[in-house]
C-alpha cells in the first residue's frame, strides 16, 4: 500500500484510476448501445455478427475490455477434469436453507465486520439468478440472491454479498477481475464455516475456473463453442471472460482465511486496481 503522506503518488494513482474507469464506462456504453440494437436471438451466428459489431463501435473493443477489467491472455482452454461427480453431488446436495432470515443474518454480520449501514443493500430473494445492482456506489445497492439449499446456492448468495461490500467500500470504479476475486473470497466463508464442504468447494472453482477458460477461450477467437446455445454470459456480458480467469489467482492467496477487516479489504482492491489501471 501507497504511504497515505505520499501525495504526489496517490494522486497520480487517482489520475490513472480516473483514465481506467473512463475507459471501462467507453466499453460499457458500446455494451448497451449494442444490445439497445440487436433484437436477434442468441444463437452462434448472432453472438458472431454482436462481436464484429463492437469491434466497429470501439476498434480493439475485446482487448480494451481484456485489458481494462484486468484479464489475462486467454490461453487453449484444458480438457475437462474428470472423476469429480461425488463432489459435484456434495455440492449439490441439500445443506441450509437460503431463507430471507438467514441471509439478512449474514448480511447483518458482513455489515458489522466492515462498518457499514445494514440498509444499504435491498434485497430481492428466491430470485432465477444471482446479481448485484449498484444503485448509488459508496451508499446503496440491491441484492437478488437465489433460492435452493445448496452449497451452490450458499456460494451464489455469499458470491454477491461480496459484489455488495466492494460496492459500498469503495468510491472508484473497480476493474472486474478484482471484483470478481473479493466476491470469491467471500463466498469461501462457505467453507470456512463448514470444513467437510472445502474438497467440494475446491472442485466447484475448478470446473468454474474451466468455464471461464472456454468462455474465454470463444470470445477470443470468435470460435463457437460445442454446445448448441450460447451461454448467458458470452451474449450479456461480453468481453470480461478473461477476468474472470485473473480473478481466480487474485482471489486464491486469501481463501483460506478471507479478508476479514475493512482496511485489508480496501487495500486488497486499491493494490490490484491500481496494477491493472496503472497498465492501461
Ligand atoms: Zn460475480
Known amino acids: 500500500m501507497t504511504d497515505v503522506l505520499d501525495i504526489a503518488s496517490e ?8 483514465v ?6 467507453r466499453m460499457r456504453q458500446a455494451i448497451v448501445a449494442e444490445q439497445a440494437t440487436c433484437t436477434t436471438p442468441p444463437s452462434w451466428s448472432a453472438w458472431q455478427q454482436r462481436r464484429q459489431r463492437l469491434e466497429q463501435r470501439v476498434p480493439g473493443f475485446l482487448t480494451l475490455m481484456q485489458q481494462a477489467h484486468g484479464g489475462v491472455t486467454a490461453a487453449p482452454p484444458p480438457s475437462a477434469a474428470s472423476g469429480a461427480a461425488t463432489l459435484r453431488a456434495v455440492w449439490q446436495a441439500s445443506h441450509e436453507a437460503v ?6 443474518a449474514q448480511w447483518q ?16 430473494f428466491e430470485a432465477p439468478r444471482g446479481c448485484c445492482r449498484v444503485v448509488a ?3 446503496a445497492v440491491q441484492l437478488a440472491l437465489p433460492g435452493g439449499d445448496s452449497a451452490a446456492a450458499w456460494h451464489d448468495c455469499l458470491h454477491e454479498m461480496g459484489h455488495a461490500i466492494v460496492a459500498l467500500l469503495t468510491s472508484s470504479d473497480v476493474p472486474r477481475a478484482v471484483d470478481e476475486a473479493v466476491a470469491e473470497v467471500f463466498a469461501a466463508d462457505l467453507e470456512r464455516d463448514c470444513s467437510a464442504l472445502a474438497t467440494a468447494a475446491a472442485d466447484a472453482r475448478t470446473r468454474r475456473l474451466l468455464i471461464a477458460q472456454r468462455l ?9 463453442m460445442a454446445q448448441p446455445h450460447v451461454p448467458w ?4 456480458d461480453p468481453g470480461v471472460q478473461t477476468a474472470y480467469v485473473a480473478a481466480h489467482r487474485f482471489a486464491a492467496p486469501h481463501l483460506g482465511d478471507g479478508l476479514q477487516t475493512r482496511v485489508a479489504l480496501q487495500q486488497f482492491v486499491a493494490n490490484l486496481s491500481r496494477a491493472i489501471d496503472g497498465g492501461l
Do not use: C, M
Not at 11 to 18: S, Y
Not at 20 to 25: D, I, P, Q, V
Not at 109 to 124: I, K
Open 99 to 104: 431463507t430471507p432470515a438467514r441471509i439478512v
Open 216 to 224: 474465454a477461450w470463444a470470445e477470443t477467437t470468435g470460435i463457437p
Open 233 to 236: 454470459a458470452l451474449w450479456h
Open 20 to 25: 481506467g474507469a473512463a475507459l471501462r464506462t
Open 137 to 139: 456506489p459508496g451508499y
Open 109 to 124: 454480520r458482513y455489515a458489522h465486520q466492515y462498518g457499514l449501514q445494514a440498509d444499504a443493500v435491498s434485497f430481492e
Open 11 to 18: 494522486f497520480r494513482a487517482a489520475k490513472r484510476n480516473h
